[in-house]
């Protein structure tokens, strides 16, 4: 199974790539109202979208950055390409395909994956879905799996019922910036009843220096249906800042199932700010797994607001944070319904200087009667240039509820280590077995062959082989 | 309710009159610069200065510093802006005051406009501690007087209400403990106040020179003129500052037990030195609202702090806590536990910040926060941080837990023919026995005891009156 995906080899060469594209539409740096219309009209909305873009752009114009996380100042928002077309339509064939597109996708594994036994592929080429197959069983099953963009215009009135209702555009600065320029990202539909076989996986990667990529995911999963969807990312390394503002959307509506699998590894120059959100209606489950060990620095706090009696969110977060980097990551459950349940895991590991920051809100409100929630945080740091934060915020607001949380900060143990090197194992073959041990909560949630390449990953960011 | 009108009719349903809409983080007291410069104008240069800088700083500072806790102010329910502060207090009075409590080394008995008592036994003053107001110890000793009221860092720069008291401060008391001398018995401060419209700024400051130990305990109480919480609001802020030199080990502890119209702000800072020791003991219960920082600055090698810290919660009455453990020294250890039992609408905001400098190797730090939400009206919001420089630490960990009353536990007191009532209470006053336990005074043992008991029958007899939800 390793071979049909062997996304990471002990190389990073293989990824620091990037082709010379002929880009056949692309808006000029910087963003002005014109930007957005300019984006719109590249893609034929309808017109309730280019208001709905115009009033996020407002927003995100009105919104000051925030200060709570630092760095972000260093963003210059002026000297980014909003959008980019890498071809004029969405390709349903592989063959029709662009080579040049197609070579990158050779490199990274993609139609391998697809030929095996992948469901289904959405692969983004910079700010538009070039690339997206479903297996004929899944449309069968009535799975709609598609490019949002397309999503829009083939599924109008699925699409508007959901679209923004799980993150509002005036969430927070950067779902307004989302919003506002969004382009490309996968849909997924699930009917109801229907158990999707086998993951569903986007592969993206940012290409261009300076520019940004603004996807836009949602997922209806409905009554009784389930889904498991998973999201890699690759990137080519610059010297300059890109930046990555994404926005996913989750709905889980009764009974249903979703687990959310993200491997994030963008390039050390990237800013990932993202905002992940699910609703989980009645005794339905939402699990996010979510590791980072890429980006300069990467906001991201997976939530799920647990809408509906008996629903379920289960969270695992992992972070690995290397020199000059800034995981600033974390998880919120906040719990509306009664008897609903939430546990957070957090694993961080920082080394070499880089920084990492959990930061966690768990939010039980009036109402949420008999409600069960868990926290755990752990941090390992691996020297003493490193940092590690842990900033949970827990607002219980019912008498009922059982909360439990915890959280712990240490460095690897030498017992350990000297232990491990006595059977032969060289210092830094031991502190990698530790560390991987350590995230194994994380891995031993993944597909066997995510979990060998992620596991290949956090070797390469042990070794300090990763730029 | 516990405090309701009597007045009340059924026409018209007791309510919280509700403050006028504004901004959580809104302070409606303002001090009066013309305040601070006529207490400087009475002050040596050094104090005037002093004075003058904190004000220039309390103007310039937002009401919360730390981004981590800006969402979790609210002054709402102090409505401060009529309150007027006290003058400096008359000089002591000659009349001897009240005795020495039992059992105690030393006595200070302070109200708002007077100084009714400082006492100590003669075994302790010819041991050289000095128990003293501020004024006085400025008059008695100069040197020692800037050191402690003119050292900068012994209230925290970046705190807008700290710095009020300083700029402000219309009394304040000092107890010293020279190198080496070990009291055995504790002294008591005990401040009384609460007269509405006014408002009492003051200093506490606590010295140990190397080697000598004490313990402290402070008790804030209703003056005579105390309202409940419908009356006009009194402001009462204090500060204790204390310096531990090396191997050096204090216990306080503090019973707040305001009256429901007082608006409280608390700021205690402690600098521990080389193989110190500081013990808190923190029992909140009364005040209409409560705003409180304790700074623990670990900086002497193989210093040590232990704070246990508990919320008794009635009525509408916000508690909003803060604690900072800063390591900065080698083999320092921490151990803090706060723990909040709220009944009716009262809210707990427990938040805890541990840094763990690069220079702070072999920490060992804890932090625990525990709530237990007795109403469905409560909320109990905790914030257990670590910022984390060095992991060569032994331990650096916090653990926090918010749940109900256990069922096993009760089940357990019923199966022996306790009263489901009365189990109740047996619970909840034993998850507030820790700092029971750790005070230094066995007659404020029993009037925290007593205290807690009194405000748990209060709201056990106002939720049984009240008509059934």
Redo the contacts between chains.
């Keep these: 199974m390793t071979a049909t995906r062997d996304l990471v080899a002990d190389q990073r060469e293989q990824f620091a790539f990037h082709d010379d594209i002929d880009y056949l539409a692309q808006t000029k740096r910087g963003l002005t109202r014109a930007t957005v219309e300019e984006i719109s009209g590249f893609k034929n909305e309808p017109d309730w979208m280019l208001q709905y873009r115009l009033r996020a752009y407002e927003h995100f114009m009105k919104r000051p950055l925030p200060t709570w996380t630092d760095g972000l100042d260093r963003i210059n928002f002026d000297n980014i390409v909003y959008y980019r077309k890498p071809s004029e339509r969405e390709e349903k064939s592989w063959d029709d395909v662009p080579d040049k597109i197609k070579a990158t996708f050779e490199r990274l594994g993609i139609p391998e994956a697809e030929r095996k036994f992948l469901a289904g592929v959405g692969a983004q080429y910079d700010s538009e879905v070039v690339y997206h197959s479903v297996k004929e069983e899944l449309s069968k099953l009535g799975v709609v799996f598609m490019g949002t963009d397309q999503a829009l215009i083939e599924y109008p009135e699925i699409f508007r019922k959901h679209f923004g209702t799980v993150v509002p555009a005036e969430d927070n600065k950067f779902s307004a910036l989302n919003s506002a320029v969004w382009s490309g990202g996968s849909f997924v539909y699930v009917p109801k009843g229907v158990e999707v076989p086998l993951p569903l996986q986007a592969y993206f990667r940012i290409n261009g220096e300076n520019t940004g990529q603004f996807e836009r995911t949602l997922i209806v999963v409905d009554e009784g249906a389930k889904v498991h969807y998973i999201e890699g990312c690759t990137a080519p390394i610059y010297a300059t800042e890109s930046l990555h503002v994404a926005v996913v959307e989750v709905v889980a509506l009764p009974g249903s199932k979703v687990r959310y699998t993200t491997i994030q590894n963008w390039s050390n120059d990237v800013y990932n700010l993202v905002t992940k959100r699910a609703h989980a209606y009645e005794n339905s489950t939402v699990e996010w797994i979510d590791a980072n060990t890429g980006s300069r620095k990467t906001v991201k706090y997976p939530s799920i607001y647990l809408r509906g009696e008996n629903a379920t969110a289960d969270i695992i977060s992992v972070a690995v944070a290397g020199k000059g980097q800034h995981q600033d990551t974390g998880a919120k459950a906040v719990h509306l319904a009664p008897n609903t349940k939430s546990r957070i895991v957090s694993k961080s590991v920082s080394k070499d200087g880089g920084r990492a920051t959990y930061r966690g809100h768990l939010k039980v409100s009036p109402g949420a009667t008999n409600v069960v929630a868990s926290v755990r945080c752990d941090a390992l740091m691996l020297d003493d240039i490193s940092r590690s934060d842990t900033y949970p915020y827990i607002d219980i607001q019912e008498d009922d509820t059982t909360m439990t949380h915890e959280a712990t900060v240490g460095k690897i143990s030498a017992e350990q280590v000297f232990y491990l090197m006595s059977r032969g194992l060289t210092e830094n073959e031991a502190q990698n077995l530790i560390v991987q041990g350590f995230l194994e909560v994380f891995t031993k949630e993944l597909p066997m062959e995510y979990a060998i390449e992620f596991n290949r990953l956090v070797k390469l960011e042990m070794e300090g082989s990763l730029g | 309710m516990i405090d309701a009108t009597p007045e009340a009719t059924p026409a018209a349903p007791v309510r919280p009159t509700r403050a006028p809409r504004r901004a959580p983080n809104e302070l409606t007291f303002i001090l009066d610069e013309r305040l601070v410069e006529s207490a400087a104008a009475r002050a040596p240069d050094w104090l005037a200065a002093d004075r003058r800088a904190a004000f220039a700083r309390y103007r310039a500072l937002p009401i919360e510093t730390n981004?981590?806790y800006?969402t979790y102010v609210d002054l709402r329910m102090a409505d401060l802006a009529a309150v007027i502060p006290w003058e400096a207090p008359a000089a002591r009075p000659d009349a001897p005051g009240p005795a020495l409590p039992e059992g105690a080394a030393g006595y200070a008995a302070l109200t708002e406009d007077q100084i009714e008592s400082l006492a100590l036994d003669d075994e302790t003053r010819d041991a050289g501690v000095i128990v003293d107001s501020l004024e006085g110890l400025i008059a008695r000793d100069e040197t020692l007087a800037r050191r402690l009221l003119g050292d900068q860092a012994s209230l925290p720069l970046d705190d807008k209400l700290a710095q009020l008291t300083r700029a402000g401060w219309n009394q304040g008391v000092v107890v010293h403990v020279p190198a080496g001398v070990r009291l055995e018995r504790p002294i008591v401060i005990r401040w009384r106040v609460g007269e509405p419209g006014r408002g009492l700024l003051t200093r506490t400051i606590l010295d140990l020179g190397e080697g000598a130990s004490a313990s402290i305990v402070e008790e804030l109480e209703a003056s005579d003129g105390a309202l409940d919480r419908t009356g006009a609001q009194a402001l009462f802020t204090g500060s204790l500052e204390v310096h531990l030199a090396t191997g050096a080990r204090l216990d306080i502890a503090s019973i707040q037990n305001l009256a429901a119209n007082t608006v409280a702000f608390q700021h205690r800072q402690a600098e521990v030195g080389e193989g110190a020791t500081l013990h808190w003991a923190l029992a909140q219960l009364g005040g209409r609202l409560v705003r409180s920082r304790v700074d623990n600055r670990l900086a002497g090698n193989r210093s040590s702090v232990e704070q246990v810290e508990i919320i008794f919660g009635a009525g509408d009455q916000l508690f909003d806590l803060t604690s900072y453990t800063r390591h900065t020294g080698r083999d320092t250890t921490g151990n803090l536990l706060s723990k909040a039992a709220l009944m009716d609408a009262t809210r707990s905001y427990m938040k805890g910040l541990i840094i763990i400098e690069?220079t702070a190797v072999g920490t060992d730090s804890f932090l625990g926060?525990f709530?237990m939400?007795?109403?469905?009206?409560?909320?109990?919001?905790?914030?257990?941080?670590?910022?984390?420089?060095?992991?060569?630490?032994r331990?650096?960990?916090?653990?926090?837990?918010?749940?109900?009353i256990d069922e096993t536990q009760l089940f357990y007191l019923e199966s022996r023919g306790i009263d489901p009532e009365e189990a109740r209470k047996f619970i909840v006053l034993g998850f507030l026995e820790p700092v029971v336990a750790r005070v230094p005074l066995v007659s404020a043992q029993d009037t925290l005891r007593e205290l807690l008991e009194a405000k748990w029958d209060a709201g056990a007899a106002a939720a049984s009156a009240a008509p059934a939800a």
């Design positions: 981004q981590l800006t690069p926060e709530g939400n007795l109403s469905r009206q409560a909320r109990a919001v905790a914030i257990p941080s670590l910022e984390i420089d060095q992991p060569d630490c331990r650096a960990a916090h653990s926090s837990a918010v749940g109900p």
